[in-house]
């Protein structure tokens, strides 16, 4: 095999894994994120907090993300892994994968 061929085989490999991973990340999760008095069915993205503290009833099959700040900025300051729930005192937002 000449050298082009193989570089543009390479080439073509690495961009269809690409494109298959980033694929995955536009789903939504499936199942309900509860935030406060909240539902979401099958979230996706960022989630303001409507109370404070930010309490979090994750039973979806994505782990939730709790940021410090709205919109989803400033800090990570925790997770919700699927089937748990927490209480964050300085949560602001949450995102869902």
């Given at each position: 095999?000449?050298?082009?061929l193989h570089t543009a085989l390479s080439a073509l490999a690495v961009a269809?894994?690409?494109?298959?991973?980033l694929a995955g990340f536009a789903q939504a999760a499936t199942g309900t994120l509860t935030i406060g008095f909240q539902q979401i069915n099958n979230p996706s993205g960022c989630y303001n907090s409507p109370i404070v503290p930010l309490i979090v009833n994750n039973q979806t099959d994505a782990t939730a993300i709790i940021f410090d700040a709205t919109?989803?900025?400033?800090?990570?300051?925790?997770?919700v892994a699927p089937g748990q729930a927490g209480t964050f005192e300085f949560g602001r937002s949450?995102?869902?994968?």
């Amino acid at each position: 095999m000449n050298k082009a061929l193989h570089t543009a085989l390479s080439a073509l490999a690495v961009a269809c894994t690409l494109t298959l991973s980033l694929a995955g990340f536009a789903q939504a999760a499936t199942g309900t994120l509860t935030i406060g008095f909240q539902q979401i069915n099958n979230p996706s993205g960022c989630y303001n907090s409507p109370i404070v503290p930010l309490i979090v009833n994750n039973q979806t099959d994505a782990t939730a993300i709790i940021f410090d700040a709205t919109n989803c900025g400033g800090y990570a300051i925790g997770t919700v892994a699927p089937g748990q729930a927490g209480t964050f005192e300085f949560g602001r937002s949450v995102s869902i994968p």
